[in-house]
Structures are given as structure tokens and as C-alpha cells.
């Protein structure tokens, strides 16, 4: 359309011929110069300079110079002197200013009577009376003809002048314009094109000029959902701009880091910020990433305070989480863009996928806090009462530690039961362990009415179940131990529940809720040692003409024979995670219990261990051995 | 409980607009619901009204007579349904659209009767005078036995009117119930029969109350005590807020006292 028509705007000048500009150009400079000798380019160009650098305040300052030499008395003088005459000037226009008043009310006031009085000096009114002076338009004179023609030049002059700034305004309006237009175009384009990713486009609820984008959650805590809207403004270029308002514009995010043993041993992958960082869909990416962060950090936060019964810790910017006596999980919120050097200060990365994992997993707990939230939200709410519903605190933390805790008290009575079973097996004895890790996990219940992600999660806010099972030496007996790490509900912690199954010994009890791990491995090798004893026992039924042992103190893993001479044999059986150690002493009928330490000589003695190099005797040689009369 | 209530007519082009909006507004998605309603009509035992006591305790008694026999209410039971309920297919050579009690024709049919649950729900007559703009009555519900609910409503001194369904989308807006429904008509052959229907007719021979087809849009508030003053009055104000809010889209108001008049005559 522009090409179709164009309208020149700027008037037509017309080039005039100038005969006579020679000879005038050489009068000015005859006028100015003096001579035309002295005009030369240099000394035209120095004066252009020394009018460039010439200060417009120089004379003044020069007269202050001046003055600053006089001493005080005269600058005194010279100063009422000079104020005297202000004020003389001053007056001496106030005066002519009230003349001409005077005269222009006097001669209003043939019309206007009224109002030319008031602005009338009360001398004027005494000395005329209003409406004395008239005034009546008269021809003026005939101008001289050159008057006229200068007149005709100037305003035809001023009339080029005018239609020439009128055109250039025009044409500066127009190519603003045009460049607004572009700048506009640019911006619609970009707010189209992050539309057409999906992102929530909308006006601002505060300033209803602007467009803002919506990248927050609706489910996070409302001072976090209602930061997750920027204004979408637009710089002068068009360039389209994420106003965030007061948020730091640093990316940051939550680092998990492990500590062993005094030592940093594992950190989480840092998320660096995508390489086309000046995207504006990759600032806005940055910008939820942030915020989901920040919320992830002060929601641990806060569940952390609660958990200070758990010795977890918090300072101004970390979690601190025990785990196990040597193992700590840190966690912080960093810009992203710092830690690389901290990175490269050299500590181990052996565990690194750990902490991955960890911090995997509180993001994807506090998504599932938000889908629940969502639930929550959408649930018919119940009646209003004067207490409002606390906000509980998400359970990303708990979850964690828990699996860790459950994790590592599985480990530690896996490492126990190992040693206890090369124990027994360097004494010949056969045992069968196996242990089911985790089984709470993995048992998935459909459900129509929670999503599959939504129960898979849920599974690991259940409390987590493991349970070990054995059998011991004796046919049907056998034992099995429970543990149970309840992450939520007091009393949390873990716990083992120990069940056993001895034929012999129909009076042993089963434990429960055993927190220490100390009793737990105290129990289980009690039980075991109960069930070599009744192994003993059983063992020698079979063999004849042997002195038959007979379980006498079951729980001190004693037993007792008598063979056919009425002598009497005692054995003792004492069993730990590092050995197994079996003594017989004979004792005489008469006075072993009277004297039991003056009686006792040992017989025999075995010590299984493990570590003992070469072949060792099984337990039933060395009960055969025992037995012989 | 108290209930504060705002109402507002939805005609039917509107509908799905509308419902855009709120999803909108309430950021979330419409909840479908379809529930069955059965009225219900108290009525005097008789031989309740003469029992005399001794004198001490007459006050009693009179308490007692006051409250079996002053004021006599309506009532719904009210039971939620699902649309596959609706699809009855029966297979003997019986007219579909009357499924009269008693004639057990359950083939076919994914409608079960005896398991359906139930609810009560007892609205009062809304309150005169104080808050002219807003309608505020005391509301309380209770859970009922499932399956056949007239034998119970009959012992305790309810007998059958009659019934209908409503059918409508529910959006949860703070602590403001959006109800957007309309009520369904069950197709009449003949006699209305005097028990609910142990059977549904096909939902496309349900037909609005309302002939145009438009729906009330009803906004609902529940408050644990209403003698609290302040949040009643907090409660009316989120009220208010959504009135706001929604002026541009529909305009509520609170309803003609007289005309959710529940009491029974």
C-alpha cells in the first residue's frame, strides 16, 4: 500500500540562482576580518576550536576574579552597591510596569468599565475619570516597497520553515510507526509461539494491560502458586521480556550430598541451565524450575523442623538428615550456576548415584504432595468451622529417611546373619536363610479410582516391610524376624518382630517390637544356640553304648550326661557371631552342685571359627567324640 | 449446620460456556453427578399425640408432643447414581419405560436396587428477615441403610411421595460447592407408582422439569455452627466474592424464601 502512492511532503525548493554570493561572501569577510590575508583554513579552524572549548560563564567568572582580589570592605561596598542596583532596576520596572497598566486600563475602561477598574492605581482613578481615553484604528502610512518585499521573503521563509518541520514530523511519526508495528508484531509473534508450547497465556489479575505467563504449580503452597505468574512486557524492540517481578533471577536448586564419615562422598547431578539460555521458553523453563525448587526446599524445611525428634537438623540453608552413625545426607539450595567449583574441589563420587536417587525422589514426593493437594482440593470441603485446617507438612523427607533406615538395619542383620551362618557351617552345620527384602513394596493394588503413578507412590509412604527367614538344625523348628519401619505414624523408627518356631523348647517366646539392634542379634543367637543344644541332645539318641546328653540348662546352653560308671559329664555349648565354642567337663554326682568350680576339669574343648585355616571337625564328629565313654 | 445458598438461572445455550468458566475459575474439572431423589413426607403416628403422663412429668411430655407434632417437614433421600445404571436393556417382551415394583425384571439390567446407598438430607425452611441477600437455612444429613429405604422411612414416621433425579457438574471453589444441575423428570405411563422405582428407564426418556432445558446454578456454603456470627458472616462474604467474580458470566441471587419452603402442610 505504501508503494501504491506517495505523497511528498516537504516542500519544493527551488534552486535559486545567486549572482551576487562571490561578492557578498568577500564584504563579510572584509567586515569581519579586516583583511583577507588573514583568513586562512588554520586560523579558522583554531577559532572554531577556541569557540568550542570557550566556557559560555568564562567572562563571569573572570569579573569574580576580579572582585575576589579586593579586599572584604570594598566587596562589601560593592556588594550594596550592586544590590542597590537591582533593586533600582527592579523598581524602575515595576514602575514601567504600572504605567502600562495604568494605560491599558485606562483605555479598557471606555468598554469595559468594571473590570479595567480593579487593575486601576487608585492615583489614575483620582487624576482621570474611566473612560477618558479612546483609541481608534487609523490607516497606517504606506510601507516602502522594500519593507514589503522583506516582509513577503520573511514570512514565505517562516512558511518553508513551518511545512518542513510539519513534513519531518510527520515522517518521524511515520517511521516510529512503522518500527511500533514491527516491535508489536515481534512481540504477538513470541506470545503466540509460547501459547503454542502450552504455556498458560493470560491477562494480569493486578495490571489488566499486560499478558503474563502461568508456569507455577495450582497445587503449591499459595505463596509459591501465586509467584508462579510473570508478566510477558515487551522491550522497545519488540524483544519479549520475563518481568518476574522481586524473584532473584539466579537458577537454583536443591543438591543432595552425602556425607561418610566426616567426607563428602556423593553429590547429586548438578541441572545445568540448557545452552540456549536466551530462549525465552528456556527463561521461562528456568523460572518454574526454580520456583518448584525453592518450594521443594522450604517444604523439606518445614517438614524438617517437625522432625527435629529425629535428629535431623536445619540451619539457614541445609538440611542435615542422619541415616546411619557414619552416613549424613546434606541438603541445600544453590544456584545452579556456582557449585562447579565446589565440585572440582576433589571430593570421592563413589556415591553419587545414591544421592541421585535421593533427590530423584523428593521431587517426585512433593509432585505427588501437589496431585494430592489437587485431590484434596476437588473433594467436597467440609463444613466451615471457627479452626481451620493446619496445613500438614508434605512427607518428602520421611519417606527418604525411612527407606534408608529400613535399608540399612536390612543390611546390617543380612552382614550378621552371614557371619553367624559360617559360623555354623565351619562346625558342619547346615541352615538354610532367606530373606525378603522390601516386601511391602511391589505388592501394587489396582484401584479405578487412584491413577497407577499416584499408587505407586503411595506404596512408599506405606510403612516398609522386610522378613527374614530361617531354618535351624533341628527338623521344624525354624525362626523368622520381621522389620518394620514406620515413616509417619509415632511410634516411627524401625522395629523387629521376631517369631520362633522350636519343638523342643515350646516355652520360648517369641519378642516384639525389638528396637536395638544389640538384642536383636543377642535373641537370634540365643535361638540358635538353644537349637544346637537340642541338636546335642537329639544326635546322641541314635549312637549306643555312648553316654546319651540331656539338655539340663537350656538357656545356658548346658547339658548333661551320665554314663554307666555313674560318672557324670557336663557340656557347655556357647555360640556368637565370631565362634562357636563347645567344652565338656566331667563333675562328680556327689558334689557338682555343691561345688561346681572344684569339681569342674575340663575334658574337651572345640572352637569353631570361621577364619581357622584347613579342615575343621563337624560339630557331630566332636559330639560323637564327647560322647565316648 | 447451616447452609448459605445463592442461586442463579443457566439457560441452556449457555450451559457449556458456562461450564467452561467455572472449570476455569475453580481450576479443575467438572465432577458429574446424577443422583436419585426421593421425597419424603412426615406424617403423625397416630396414638402418639394422647399419651398423658403423671403431672411431674408433664413439662416432658409437652416437650415431647412439641416435637413429634409441631413441625412436620418434607424430606429427600437422596442416593447417587451413575449413568451405565440408566442403560437397561430387559430382555423379556415387558414394557421398558414401566418398571413397576414387585415385578422382579432384573435381567439384563446393571441397576442394583438393594445395594444402592443412600442419604438423608433435611434442608429447613430458609431464614426469614436477617440476610435478605443470601438464603441461609439449617441443613443436616445423615447416611442411610442401602437398598430398600421405605420400610425404614415408614417406621420412622416418613411416607413416599415422590421422586426424581438430578443431573448436573459439581466444582469445589474454596470452600464454595458450584453446583450446575437440572432436574430430570421420570417418563410417566399411567399411574405414578407409590415406591421408588426398583428399576431406571433409559436416560434419554428423562425429561427436564424445566421444558427449555436450562439449569440452575447453585452456589452452597456449609457452616459447622450457626450461632458464629463471624462465620456466618465469613461465609457469606466468600459468598459474595464469587458474585462477584462471576457477574459478568451469571448473576446470582439468593433465592424466594417461600418457594424452598420445606415444611409440610
Known amino acids: ?629 | 449446620m447451616h447452609e448459605l445458598l445463592l442461586f442463579a438461572s443457566v439457560p441452556a445455550h449457555q450451559h457449556h460456556e458456562l461450564l467452561q468458566q467455572l472449570a476455569g475459575l475453580t481450576a479443575m474439572q467438572p465432577r458429574h453427578r446424577l443422583e436419585r431423589r426421593l421425597v419424603f413426607k412426615a406424617h403423625r403416628k397416630p396414638g402418639l399425640s394422647n399419651a398423658r403422663g403423671g403431672t411431674n412429668q408433664g413439662a416432658d411430655i409437652v416437650r415431647l408432643n412439641k416435637m413429634l407434632n409441631g413441625g412436620m417437614y418434607y424430606t429427600q433421600v437422596v442416593g447417587p447414581i451413575s449413568e451405565p445404571d440408566f442403560e437397561t436393556q430387559p430382555s423379556s417382551s415387558g414394557d421398558p419405560d414401566a418398571p413397576m415394583s414387585g415385578t422382579d425384571e432384573t435381567a439384563g439390567s446393571s441397576y442394583d436396587y438393594d445395594s444402592q446407598p443412600w442419604k438423608l438430607e433435611f434442608r429447613d425452611i430458609p431464614e426469614a428477615g436477617t440476610r435478605s441477600t443470601i438464603t441461609a437455612r439449617l441443613a443436616a444429613s445423615a447416611t442411610l441403610p442401602k437398598g430398600d429405604i421405605v420400610t425404614p422411612m415408614n417406621a420412622w414416621g416418613y411416607s413416599f411421595v415422590t421422586e426424581y433425579v438430578v443431573e448436573g457438574d459439581a466444582f469445589i471453589h474454596n470452600d464454595i460447592v458450584i453446583f450446575l444441575h437440572r432436574v430430570l423428570q421420570y417418563p410417566i405411563h399411567g399411574q405414578e407408582p407409590h415406591e421408588p422405582r426398583r428399576q431406571l428407564p433409559s436416560f434419554r426418556d428423562m425429561s427436564p422439569l424445566e421444558r427449555s432445558g436450562s439449569y440452575i446454578l447453585q452456589a452452597a456454603i456449609t457452616v459447622q455452627d450457626g450461632s458464629n456470627q463471624e462465620l456466618m458472616r465469613t461465609a457469606s462474604q466468600h459468598l459474595f466474592g464469587l458474585r462477584e467474580q462471576l457477574k459478568s458470566a451469571v448473576r446470582l441471587e439468593h433465592a424466594d424464601r417461600l418457594s424452598l419452603d420445606t415444611r409440610a402442610k
Open chain 1, 1 to 629: 500500500m505504501a508503494d501504491s502512492f506517495t505523497l511528498p511532503l516537504r516542500p519544493v525548493i527551488e534552486k535559486r540562482d545567486r549572482p551576487d554570493s562571490l561578492p557578498r561572501d568577500i564584504a563579510q569577510i572584509n567586515a569581519q576580518w579586516g583583511s583577507f590575508r588573514e583568513l586562512s583554513e588554520a586560523s579558522l579552524r583554531e577559532k572554531i576550536e577556541a569557540d568550542k572549548n570557550k566556557d559560555p560563564w568564562a567572562e563571569e567568572d573572570e569579573v569574580e576574579k576580579e572582585t575576589a582580589d579586593l579586599d572584604t570592605s570594598e566587596r562589601k561596598e560593592q556588594l550594596y552597591k550592586r544590590r542597590a542596583e537591582i533593586i533600582q532596576f527592579a523598581l524602575q520596572a515595576h514602575m514601567e510596569a504600572s504605567f502600562a497598566l495604568d494605560f491599558v486600563s485606562l483605555l479598557l475602561s471606555k468598554h469595559n468599565p468594571r473590570q479595567a477598574e480593579t487593575s486601576m492605581s487608585p492615583f489614575l482613578k483620582t487624576a482621570a475619570p474611566l473612560g477618558s481615553l479612546n483609541s481608534e484604528i487609523i490607516n497606517p502610512p504606506p510601507r516602502p516597497d522594500t519593507a514589503l518585499k522583506d516582509i513577503k521573503s520573511v514570512s514565505r521563509g517562516w512558511r518553508l520553515q513551518n511545512f518542513n518541520s510539519a513534513a519531518s514530523k510527520l515522517l518521524n511519526a511515520g517511521t516510529r510507526l512503522d518500527t511500533e508495528v514491527d516491535a508489536e508484531k515481534d512481540y504477538w509473534d513470541q506470545v503466540l509461539a509460547i501459547k503454542e508450547k502450552g504455556w498458560k497465556v493470560c491477562r494480569l489479575p493486578r495490571d489488566g494491560q499486560a499478558l503474563g505467563v502461568q508456569y507455577g504449580f495450582l497445587e503449591a503452597t499459595p505463596i509459591f502458586r501465586d509467584r508462579g505468574l510473570a508478566a510477558l512486557r515487551r522491550a522497545d524492540d519488540g524483544k519479549l521480556v520475563l518481568d518476574k517481578g522481586l524473584i532473584p533471577r539466579k537458577a537454583q536448586g536443591v543438591r543432595v550430598r552425602i556425607k561418610q564419615q566426616d567426607r563428602i562422598s556423593g553429590c547429586s547431578k548438578v541441572c545445568r541451565p540448557s545452552q540456549d539460555a536466551e530462549s525465552i521458553e528456556s527463561r521461562i523453563l528456568q523460572a518454574r524450575d526454580t520456583l518448584f525448587e525453592e518450594e521443594l526446599f522450604h517444604e523439606m524445611m518445614r517438614e524438617a523442623r517437625i522432625l527435629g525428634n529425629q535428629g535431623v537438623t536445619t540451619r539457614q540453608n541445609l538440611v542435615t538428615i542422619p541415616v546411619s552413625e557414619e552416613q549424613e545426607i546434606l541438603l541445600d539450595l544453590v544456584d545452579w550456576d556456582q557449585d562447579h567449583a565446589l565440585e572440582e574441589a576433589g571430593f570421592s563420587s563413589e556415591q553419587n548415584d545414591l544421592a541421585d536417587a535421593i533427590s530423584h525422589s523428593i521431587r517426585i514426593l512433593l509432585t505427588f504432595a501437589h496431585r494430592q493437594n489437587l485431590r484434596r482440593r476437588t473433594q467436597p470441603p467440609p463444613p466451615l468451622a471457627p479452626k481451620r485446617r493446619p496445613t500438614l507438612e508434605y512427607q518428602i523427607l520421611r519417606p527418604v529417611m525411612a527407606y534408608l533406615q529400613h535399608k540399612s538395619h536390612i543390611q546390617w542383620l543380612e552382614t550378621y546373619i552371614a557371619k553367624l551362618r559360617r559360623v555354623l557351617e565351619a562346625a558342619g552345620i547346615r541352615c538354610d536363610f532367606n530373606a525378603t527384602q522390601f516386601s511391602s513394596i511391589g505388592v501394587l493394588q489396582p484401584s479405578h479410582l487412584v491413577p497407577k503413578v499416584e499408587s505407586l507412590v503411595g506404596v512408599f509412604l506405606a510403612p516398609f516391610e522386610s522378613t527374614f527367614s530361617g531354618t535351624l538344625i533341628t527338623p521344624q523348628s525354624s525362626f523368622r524376624v520381621r522389620i518394620r519401619t514406620n515413616p509417619t505414624i509415632p511410634p516411627v523408627g524401625t522395629f523387629y518382630d521376631i517369631s520362633v518356631n522350636l519343638p523342643q523348647f515350646p516355652d520360648v517366646q517369641p519378642l516384639s517390637r525389638v528396637g536395638l539392634q544389640e538384642e536383636v542379634a543377642q535373641a537370634i543367637t540365643h535361638f540358635v544356640m538353644l537349637d544346637i543344644a537340642a541338636a546335642i541332645s537329639l544326635q546322641n539318641q541314635e549312637g549306643s553304648g555312648k553316654v546319651s546328653w540331656e539338655v539340663a540348662y537350656p538357656h545356658h546352653g548346658e547339658l548333661l550326661a551320665v554314663d554307666t560308671a555313674g560318672q557324670s559329664k557336663k557340656m557347655k555349648v556357647s555360640l556368637s557371631h565370631e565362634e562357636l565354642n563347645i567344652q565338656t567337663y566331667s563333675l562328680s554326682r556327689a558334689e557338682g552342685f555343691a561345688n561346681p568350680v572344684a569339681a569342674k576339669s575340663s575334658l574337651l574343648s572345640y572352637t569353631w571359627n570361621p577364619d581357622t585355616p584347613g579342615p575343621q571337625p563337624s560339630l557331630a564328629d566332636f559330639v560323637a567324640q564327647a560322647s565316648q565313654t
